[in-house]
């Protein structure tokens, strides 16, 4: 009940276009969903993060959204840039402790 | 505001070795984190402090794995002996309130 699954494994998106990662969990006790992007050479970012009392999130190009029933979230990326090309990881987590997906790698191209 | 801090960035070490990382965390987040991330997944929780005590380590191979968090500020891992499947980026991460969490850059060792 403590996984966090993280699809697609890596992702080719042209500039301008929409980046969709998704992921699936399976603990009903979580209540915290971030996205993290990680440089390489660098530690993950936080980037946005959702609680399961509302369906969606925005922040600039950024977007969550919150399935609860389906104890699905996923990410989109609006006009994608060359500069969006990182790792992406889901999370969940309860209480002061985070489950990490696998992880996405993005590319974008120009 | 300062980030996490770790030190060293990189360590090359042979198998059987031993090799310690350090981890600063942001002032004032009581909790901390160490993480083990192999190439290609994500990370991997070893350790939390809250604190000065251990909340969770049941990830953590005693084994081989020790850390501590002397003073509740600054904290240590230490792997004695080194294997070759130790070879990871070891991320340290800091929070004030729940499972916000703040990373550092990381120490990549290579277990050689």
């Known amino acids: 009940q403590q996984q966090v699954k993280q699809s697609p494994q890596s992702l080719i998106v042209q500039k301008g276009g929409i980046s969709i990662i998704n992921c699936a969990y399976e603990?009903?006790?979580?209540?915290?969903f971030p996205w993290y992007q990680q440089f390489p050479g660098k530690g993950p970012a936080l980037l946005i993060a959702i609680r399961p009392d509302v369906s969606e999130k925005k922040e600039g190009r950024f977007t969550i959204s919150f399935n609860k029933s389906a104890k699905q979230f996923s990410l989109h990326i609006m006009d994608s840039q060359p500069g969006d090309s990182a790792t992406y990881f889901c999370?969940?987590?309860?209480?002061?402790?985070?489950?990490f997906g696998a992880g996405t790698r993005l590319a974008v191209h120009p | 505001e300062a980030g996490v801090a770790q030190s060293p960035r990189y360590k090359i070490i042979e198998k059987r070795q031993s090799v310690a990382f350090w981890c600063n965390p942001i002032s004032g987040h009581a909790t901390l984190y160490w993480y083990q991330q192999i190439l290609g997944q994500g990370p991997k929780l070893l350790i939390q402090?809250?604190?000065?005590?251990?909340?969770?380590d049941s990830q953590l191979p005693k084994d081989r794995f020790s850390a501590e968090r002397l003073k509740g500020v600054d904290s240590t891992l230490k792997i004695q002996p080194a294997k070759l499947e130790d070879s990871a980026v070891y991320l340290c991460a800091s929070s004030l309130e729940g499972p916000k969490e703040f990373f550092g850059p990381g120490t990549r060792l290579t277990v050689l």
């Open positions: 999370a969940a987590g309860g209480y002061n402790k985070l489950i």
């Open positions: 603990n009903t006790a979580f209540d915290y």
């Open positions: 402090f809250q604190n000065n005590g251990v909340v969770d």
